[in-house]
T-cell receptor, first 113, second 117 residues
Framework: SQQGEEDPQALSIQEGENATMNCSYKTSINNLQWYRQNSGRGLVHLILIRSNEREKHSGRLRVTLDTSKKSSSLLITASRAADTASYFC?????????????FGTGTKLQVIP | KAGVTQTPRYLIKTRGQQVTLSCSPI?????VSWYQQTPGQGLQFLFE???????NKGNFPGRFSGRQFSNSRSEMNVSTLELGDSALYLC????????????????FGEGSRLTVL
């Protein structure tokens, strides 16, 4: 079963625009991560935010975490065609089994040149 | 440093057969996790190994099994294949903090794409 759900399922934007993806999860977490997957390839880790953090930046990426609402968002600024990929949030549970990282359903992002 | 290596990359099997997939983690990574990815179910956690021991298991039938060797390399096996086992099988490795806790970040291989006919 999926721990998280992402919204929207698909997103199409023009190059240069910002892309925002949201993730909601169900249980208490130790940390939340975002990954990117190009079609049919392995996943690439983008950023990790711990449960005691509210916001984190990495290059053109900005992640927020609201543990009271059990939600997170990923913002990609000034998008490029190379950002076209599926994006997944993933959570590591707080209470034991923290190595059992579970993934959301993913958002398919298309950036049109 | 070499990345996570999965073999084979592609394979075709028929129903009832069995398959073994291999994963070599990044050097120094002792935790190896396996995931199944399908269009319908998304990414599903199969199991995680550390020091040759399975620490966590997902909700998959007993036909799915795995093991880890002393050099941290891991294999997973699926017996009595069914059509629904067609999927991309992904292996991920991670390093652990001194406490044995998960570092959080997973490093994925390119996957093994299994087609069951």
């Amino acid at each position: 079963s999926q721990q998280g759900e992402e919204d929207p399922q698909a997103l199409s934007i023009q190059e240069g625009e910002n892309a925002t993806m949201n993730c909601s999860y169900k249980t208490s977490i130790n940390n939340l991560q975002w990954y990117r997957q190009n079609s049919g390839r392995g996943l690439v880790h983008l950023i990790l935010i711990r449960s005691n953090e509210r916001e984190k930046h990495s290059g053109r990426l900005r992640v927020t975490l609201d543990t009271s609402k059990k939600s997170s968002s990923l913002l990609i600024t000034a998008s490029r065609a190379a950002d076209t990929a599926s994006y997944f949030c993933a959570t590591a549970p707080r209470d034991g089994g923290y190595q059992k990282v579970t993934f959301g359903t993913g958002t398919k992002l298309q950036v049109i040149p | 440093k070499a990345g996570v290596t999965q073999t084979p990359r592609y394979l075709i099997k028929t129903r009832g057969q069995q398959v073994t997939l291999s994963c070599s983690p990044i050097s120094g990574h002792r935790s190896v996790s396996w995931y199944q990815q399908t269009p319908g179910q998304g990414l599903q956690f199969l199991f995680e190994y550390f020091s040759e021991t399975q620490r966590n298991k997902g909700n998959f039938p007993g036909r799915f099994s795995g093991r880890q060797f002393s050099n941290s390399r891991s294999e997973m096996n699926v017996s009595t294949l069914e059509l629904g086992d067609s999927a991309l099988y992904l292996c991920a490795s991670s390093w652990l903090l001194g406490t044995g806790k998960h570092s959080g970040e997973l490093f994925f291989g390119e996957g093994s794409r299994l087609t069951v006919l």
